[in-house]
């Protein structure tokens, strides 16, 4: 077979043991790495239409794959006001208003990342923007994704008047004590209420959208993901541009599985596995058994300082455990959001009741896993359940002293229990990093950096959260590689350099594993290689 690319001049990195291999460089065959050797021996592999890159010492790591990310709904949510660096309301007042200012009128105003904690002490809803929104219809996401504001132009538009009953347990339109909606919808049932009514970007547009954010995830050193979500036509969306070889990832694509999915709908489910493309394939259910802290819908074995986060997404959790068994046996991986210790240890429950009727070859996964107790940890590594971790979560959305919106509603004994990804990785589970993106920044370097810091990368000279629950750089790198390629069941052929394995491969100005901390995310990506082309290519490479 033809040898498209060779890369010479290399520092190859073993992300196993941390070391650099004795060869230098390697030759790329069929989307594989099929040769590592010297620079000399290497040759033997080039003819005249082979792509020679000499990366003068630079550091190759196998790609990185994002662990947890919603490209498709990422890329539409990220359109419009970006309300992420606000820090009060004021702040969120003076954005709104600008924004308002260049509106057409009638034009439905988008905001996102909108973190609760700029209102302090007071209830999270529209009323501090009433006199900006005036007669504007305007949905304002909240960082977590899992709730907005609807403006009243907006609530009136849709016909929200008043409280709803939702099947998604703890879905919500919250109301005063009146009976009048405060702006605040909680969870996606809710949120589409309103969102359905506000226009619809085109299918044209919205491939666009996702085509740059694959490519700016590719610079970033991106070579995969693990999609935590099929809705609308993502699907087709991936296939769309997987046939047009604008797949800048390779993703792996997990449906979701909610409340009221009937015997039919997990059928479809088990039947939809491993449809896919080149780069993409559907493998694996995503299923919520709870929403988030911050709002209030987690799941906790004990009500937050509110009174909140007292029940399951799921109205009957039974019924949750009856499809982990279903899926389970028909040879389906799950991953499940789970943010609350009841949650957590639900799941687990779920999957080793499952287990007790069909073996362990099934790798199920626990995404977020934000605060558990020490009775939890070890039941991971017991059950070959692997921790899905977003490590940023803690770094910009909490503080150190537990004064921000997530930690006063834990209270101070379940904060201090923050992200412990030290303490499940020392407890034998395997450790799988991501960013959640859209709810934080994607690039991977930020993402290692802030498991090694626990800081807010945006002050660097804040106080960790949790501390002793930092990982080594290894470590770090270890999340986004080996174990990324693990919770797939891609291991033997992912996450490694070796012949044989896929060349996805991210190549680094110096070593991410020997880079400080502090200055890790600016470190260059020099290059990104999918199945075998160049995803990105630093200029001057």
Known sequence: MPTPLVLLSARLLDPVTGAL??????????????????????????????????????????????????PVSGAELTHGLDLSGCTDV???????????RNLAPATWLHGWGLDPNVFGDRPVETAPFDSVLDGVPALLLLFDAHSMLASRRALELAGVDGPRIFDQ??????????????????????????????????????????????RAMAASGLTGGHVMDANGDSLALFD???????????????????PGTDAEGVRALIEQQGAGGTLWRTDGVKIFMDGTIDNG????????????????????PEVYTRIIGELHRAGVPTATHAIGDAAVRHVLDAVEKAQATGG??????????????????????????????????????????????????????RASRAWRCRDLRDSGATVVLGSDWPIAPYPPLGVMAGARHR??????????????????????????????????????EAGRIAVGYRADLTVFADN?????????????????????RPTHRAAGL
């Open 512 to 532: 991410p594993v020997t880079t400080a901390d502090t200055v890790l995310p600016d470190l260059p990506v020099l290059l990104t290689v999918l199945d075998g």
């Open 90 to 100: 004021e702040g969120v007042r003076a954005a709104l208003a600008t924004e308002v």
């Open 169 to 214: 347990a703890s879905a919500e339109v919250v109301c005063d004590e009146r009976g009048r909606p405060t702006g605040l919808l909680q969870e996606d049932a809710a949120c589409e209420l309103v969102e359905r009514v506000a226009p619809q970007a085109t299918r044209e547009e919205r491939r666009d959208r996702l085509a740059a954010a694959l």
């Open 360 to 413: 362990r070859g099934v790798r199920h996964r626990v995404e977020h896993i934000e605060t558990v107790p020490d009775d939890t940890l070890g039941r991971f590594a017991e059950l070959g359940v692997i921790a899905s971790m977003q490590p940023t979560h803690c770094c910009d959305f909490t503080r150190a002293d537990h004064t921000d919106n997530w930690s006063r509603r834990l209270g101070e004994e």
């Open 21 to 70: 291999l004795p060869q230098t460089a390697l030759a790329v065959s069929g989307g594989r790495i099929c040769a590592l050797s010297d620079d000399h021996g290497i040759r033997e592999h080039v003819d005249s239409s082979t792509t020679v890159i000499d990366l003068k010492g630079a550091v190759v790591t196998p790609g990185l794959v994002d662990g947890h990310l919603h």
């Open 297 to 316: 819908t987690a799941w906790l074995e004990r009500p937050d300082c509110h009174g909140e986060s007292t029940h399951a997404f799921w109205p009957d």
């Open 240 to 258: 769309a541009l997987d046939a047009a070889g604008e797949l800048a990832l390779r993703l792996r694509v997990a449906p979701w599985c909610q």
């Open 455 to 492: 800081r807010p990368s945006r002050d660097l000279t804040q106080a960790p959260h949790g501390p002793g629950q930092a990982l080594t750089p290894l470590e770090a790198l270890q999340g986004l590689t080996v174990n990324a390629a693990y919770a797939a069941g891609e291991e033997h």
